[in-house]
């Protein structure tokens, strides 16, 4: 296993810390468990930047990677959404339909890949320029919210607005693939 394979679950590995650390301070008010959150979060979007990076510039690009960022990063905003869906007290509270849109585009996206899966195709994860910058704009959204900046309202429609495009921008891609696959299987058969 490479470097950036353990970066990726080093950041799986932080999730439940975190979530450990925002739920003792909704339990307490107490700012320490906050800031624990924050550092702990920091450290997971930093082994989100480095593994891609260090996995580019290596030349260590591997199917597990591949499949192992995408799913850390899935689990690390679905914990940050879900829990800030809760009511904290001194915290802005994400509204439900940001929690669906975020989740909801994510399970779209595991069943399209269990449908390549079934019809016997390899399962390539590219993810594209949109779905980046959604990433980003959803990790920006927790870090807003845990620093307790004005105005998330503002970040987290961006957010939602960025999830609703790259889900359907995978969801054509995907639709694509599929209808590519079946139109030369069809044409592949002999009459």
Not at 21 to 49: G, H, P, W
Request: glycine share 6%; hydrophobic share 50%; net charge positive.
């Amino acid at each position: 296993m490479n470097l950036p394979n353990w970066l990726t679950i080093s950041r799986v590995i932080l999730i439940p810390f975190f979530i450990v650390m925002i739920m003792k301070y909704r339990q307490t008010q107490f700012e320490c468990f906050r800031y624990y959150a924050i550092v702990i979060f920091a450290a997971a979007v930093l082994t989100d930047a480095l593994d891609g990076t260090i996995a580019r510039i290596r030349h260590q690009k591997t199917q597990l990677g591949a499949i192992l960022d995408p799913f850390a990063d899935k689990m690390l905003l679905v914990s940050s959404t879900v829990l800030f869906s809760l009511p904290i007290t001194g915290l802005a509270q994400l509204p439900i339909w940001v929690l669906v849109t975020f989740i909801s585009r994510d399970v779209i996206l595991i069943f399209g890949a269990v449908v390549v899966i079934i019809q016997g195709q390899k399962l390539v994860v590219k993810p594209n320029i949109v779905g980046k910058i959604t990433t980003f704009s959803q990790m920006l959204t927790v870090i807003w919210i845990l620093l307790k900046w004005q105005s998330p309202n503002y970040i987290w429609r961006v957010a939602g607005a960025l999830t609703i495009i790259s889900g359907a921008i995978y969801i054509y891609q995907g639709s694509q693939r599929l209808g590519n696959n079946n139109e030369n299987n069809s044409n592949s058969r002999p009459a």
